[in-house]
């Protein structure tokens, strides 16, 4: 293995730009941009726990916040992102059982991401409004 | 002469990094505790949405409520402090940038991690 001419045999990708988006690729990218606004999304849960911990006051400005038309925005955006983020993460388990690859498993896998993620965050609003 | 090392010795060797498959093991094992974590944290949100101060106060008060939030905030900072790690190293290549984006993560994480456990804790603990 380690005799493999590394630098002559490597395969190269095809550049993002020359490539016709597939819904694979597409959900793999979002797995990633998903991950990456929930690290963002942290600061909420801290704001909100922090705020709950400061008293009434806080308490009040934090959920103000929440209760906006942006802040409502961008907690249907936060569950959206987490639902699909949770289901890519749970594809990735089952790509790490080794199954899952071939193209029929792989597009079904990357649609019932987008679907479930979609129809939860859509199911789990329509609890809350009702919880409200 | 026949390089007579498996792959798996290879891996065990820990590779360049030194840490072998740790950093991959570390985001599974995160990403698993995860899915109940995070489902707990939903239906905690959603239960209090549009609550007053003193029933959120209380419900976070409450000890499993508590301790799971504390797991749900040390798995999930632990997790996305190892996935953006592997964001930056992929599309940040200038080694001064790098190394202070790869800082800068990890203080990210610590502060939101310790900010909010201190905060659950000072609710339970009567504050
Ligand atoms: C809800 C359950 C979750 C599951 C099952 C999960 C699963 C995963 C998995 C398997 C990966 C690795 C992907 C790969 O190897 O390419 C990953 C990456 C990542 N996750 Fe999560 N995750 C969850 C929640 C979260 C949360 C709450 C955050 C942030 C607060 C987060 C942030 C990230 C980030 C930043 C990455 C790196 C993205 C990348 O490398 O493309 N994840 N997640």
Redo the contacts between chains.
């Keep these: 293995?380690?005799?493999v001419d590394a630098k002559a045999n490597r395969p190269l990708s095809p550049h993002l730009t020359i490539y016709r988006p597939i819904i694979t690729m597409v959900m793999s990218i979002v797995h990633?941009i998903t991950?990456?606004a929930?690290?963002f999304g942290?600061?909420l849960?801290?704001w909100w726990?922090?705020a709950?911990?400061s008293g009434?006051d806080a308490?009040?400005t934090a959920?103000g916040f929440f209760?906006s038309w942006i802040g409502i925005i961008i907690l249907f955006g936060y569950?959206w992102a987490?639902m699909h983020h949770?289901l890519g993460?749970?594809r990735?388990?089952v790509w790490?059982s080794i199954h899952g690859f071939d193209e029929k498993p792989r597009e079904m896998l990357a649609w019932a991401t987008l679907i479930g993620s979609v129809s939860l965050t859509i199911l789990?609003w329509i609890?809350?409004l009702i919880?409200? | 002469m026949a390089d007579m090392t498996t792959p798996l010795k290879r891996v065990r060797g820990l590779g360049s990094a030194r840490s072998g498959t740790d950093h991959f093991w570390q985001q599974r094992l995160t990403a698993l505790a995860n899915v109940p974590l995070i489902i707990f944290f939903v239906i905690l949100v959603i239960s209090l949405a549009g609550e007053s101060y003193e029933v959120v106060h209380d419900r976070l008060a409450s000890p499993w409520v508590a301790i799971f939030l504390i797991l749900t905030i040390i798995s999930i900072t632990h997790h996305m402090r190892l996935g953006m790690q592997i964001v930056i190293e992929d599309y940040v290549h200038g080694e001064p940038q790098r190394i202070l984006l790869l800082v800068a993560n990890i203080f990210f994480a610590l502060i939101v991690a310790s900010a909010s456990i201190f905060a659950v804790l000072k609710i339970s603990f009567g504050g």
């Design positions: 293995m380690s005799q990633r991950g990456c929930l690290f942290t600061l849960v801290m726990l922090v709950a911990a009434p308490f009040a959920n209760g569950t987490l949770m993460g749970l990735h388990f790490d789990l609890v809350g919880v409200i």
